[in-house]
């Protein structure tokens, strides 16, 4: 299954993704979909991520004019990435936008905008700092992240981004192995993948990098202690896959 089949997004939807172990691979694979269905996407970010390659990118040096020139970009092509400025380094990395500007990208003639709002360090699972995520306000869905690919690793920082944070909201020990309970506890809780999250907005967690039977298994046991808590639709798969969905839990 595809990602816009799961998430049924409508027109003008903004779609943020949050946590860790494969925003960005998630965001554009959804971005493919949307442009395969002929939908002008725009993509946005409020961290940080590498510079795309294929992409046509704008950068957002002149607010006051940036919803003139992203019109103008959809008027030729389907998708136009956005961020504020190119940092120096190889390869290059594009800061985030100011959530202000969100207002303004929606009255563009994008039908959809997806928006990767945290960081994780390269890491599988993570707890948000104080900042994090930076959730645009008129967001219509949350989709937060988790690679299954932390399950059975020590809690400390080799494996997840801000452990103690983590540890703290779990109620689990460092060094103790992450386990599913770990990750829902993380996932339901407002100090955690529920943070920041509007109350108009939809929020649907995604478990990614779900390939083997094992990982599968895992997966499930997740997504149970999750529905148990938070009546929401779960999502199992692998970002990078063809049919990125492999199975959908809950409502």
């Given at each position: 299954m595809q990602f816009l089949q799961a998430l049924s997004p409508g027109r003008r939807e903004i779609i943020v993704l949050t946590g860790?172990?494969?925003?960005?691979s998630a965001m554009f694979a959804m971005a493919k979909e949307a442009v395969k269905e002929g939908r002008k996407v725009i993509l946005a970010i409020t961290t940080k991520i590498y510079e795309p390659e294929g992409w046509n990118v704008l950068l957002a040096d002149e607010p006051e004019i940036l919803c003139r020139r992203i019109n103008s970009?959809?008027?030729d092509d389907v998708a136009v990435v956005v961020g504020e400025k190119r940092l120096p380094g190889f390869p290059p990395k594009l800061t985030g936008l100011d959530t202000d500007l969100f207002a303004s990208l929606a009255s563009t003639s994008a039908d959809l905008i997806i928006v990767e709002a945290d960081g994780s360090a390269g890491l599988p699972f993570k707890a948000p700092a104080e900042h994090e995520p930076v959730i645009p306000p008129g967001t219509t869905l949350v989709m937060p992240v988790v690679g299954i690919d932390?399950?059975?690793l020590p809690l400390n920082p080799a494996n997840v981004h801000r452990p103690r944070l983590v540890a703290q909201i779990a109620g689990a020990d460092l060094e103790s192995r992450v386990t599913a309970k770990t990750v829902a506890a993380v996932l339901t809780s407002t100090d955690g993948y529920r943070k920041n999250v509007p109350p108009q907005a939809r929020w649907i967690p995604f478990i990614n990098k779900v390939q083997t039977a094992p990982q599968m298994a895992a997966a499930l046991d997740i997504a149970r202690e999750i529905t148990a808590k938070i009546p929401?639709?779960?999502l199992i798969g692998a970002a990078m896959q063809k049919d990125p969905v492999r199975e959908v839990v809950g409502p």
């Open positions: 860790a172990g494969g925003k960005t970009i959809l008027a932390c399950i059975g929401s639709s779960v």
